[in-house]
């Protein structure tokens, strides 16, 4: 209640819209409240907008009017293909592209990005049953393997810090060695925009840079992260990197995290505080 009471006050001035992206991803308590405030707006001015996967949560979001968006149609479908590719593209090459795809818009900007001239003229094929999320993360991967070091590292430490934090990622990347400079390459490749805050162009750009990064990286990275986050004004944040970054049992790491869980249960985060006790965040 009182969140929409919250919701309300903000929309006196003018209509509020709150839109959330990749609403499969909240934490239970997170969905179960927006999904009761949503359930209960009549005469406020506040729209509530998710967006859900297939593999998201339907329960927690059943009753609320529902509009599912499918693939493009294979006449736009085409058109968008054609659009991304430079050159001459076999026909059977083509058709197997947009079957593939079945319309997903991401797929078919990525897929072709990641393809050499010779594929695409008519050895294009997929050998593997891999899922499609998976070869478009390749497709990232592949442009992320062409950058400097110093870029991928940055890549890294972005998708490490979760709430994109412009300034903590350039104080941790200061503490990597990483200057200004690192940033401007992924940023051209279309990987990164760091602006006022750091978006990355689609949620499969960050998982891909972190699943494909070898151990010994996230450490560094994660303790850059911790030891520039302010351990007064987010202690629980810092004492999750810090978390990510020991790689042996460690007394102090554990203690904080258990403070950490005790200020997450004293905040009704039960969720948040179990995850700590885990050693992790959900």
């Known amino acids: 209640m009182a969140v929409l009471s919250l919701l309300a006050d903000g929309a006196e001035d003018q209509p509020l819209v709150c839109i959330v992206d990749d609403a499969q991803w ?51 479908a085409r058109l968008l293909l054609d659009a ?79 709430v994109g934090d412009v300034h903590l990622l350039w104080r941790a990347a200061e503490r990597l060695g990483i200057g200004a400079e690192g940033g401007a390459p992924a940023e051209a490749a279309g990987l990164i925009e760091l602006g006022v805050r750091v978006r990355f162009p689609h949620p499969l750009v960050r998982s891909a840079i972190y699943v494909a990064s070898n151990p010994s990286d996230r450490r560094d990275v994660h303790r850059a992260l911790a030891d520039s986050t302010d351990p007064v004004l987010d202690p629980d944040r810092r004492a999750w990197h810090r978390a990510h970054a020991t790689a042996q049992p460690d007394e102090a790491v554990a203690a904080e995290m258990v403070r950490s869980a005790d200020r997450a249960q004293g905040r009704g985060g039960l969720a948040a505080a179990a995850a700590f006790l885990n050693g992790r965040l959900s």
């Not at 997170?30 to 406020?44: G, I, K, M, P, Y």
């Not at 329960?59 to 149609?73: D, F, K, R, S, T």
């Not at 390749?138 to 992320?144: E, N």
């Open 84 to 162: 991304m590719i430079r050159g001459p593209l076999d026909e059977q090459v083509k058709a197997r592209i947009l079957d593939e795809t079945r319309g997903n818009p991401l797929a078919l900007i990525e897929l072709p990005r990641g393809l050499t001239p010779a594929e695409l003229a008519g050895g294009f094929g997929f050998p593997d049953a891999r899922q499609l999320t998976s070869r478009i993360e390749r497709s990232f991967l592949q442009r992320i393997e062409k950058l400097p070091r110093d870029s991928r590292l940055l890549l890294l430490t972005a998708a490490a810090e979760p």
């Open 26 to 76: 909240l934490d239970r308590v997170s969905s179960q409240t927006l999904a009761f405030v949503a359930r209960r707006l009549l005469a406020e001015r506040v729209a509530l907008v998710f967006a859900v996967r297939e593999q998201g949560d339907e329960q927690v979001l059943a009753g609320l009017p529902e509009l599912v968006i499918g693939g493009l149609n294979p006449e736009y």
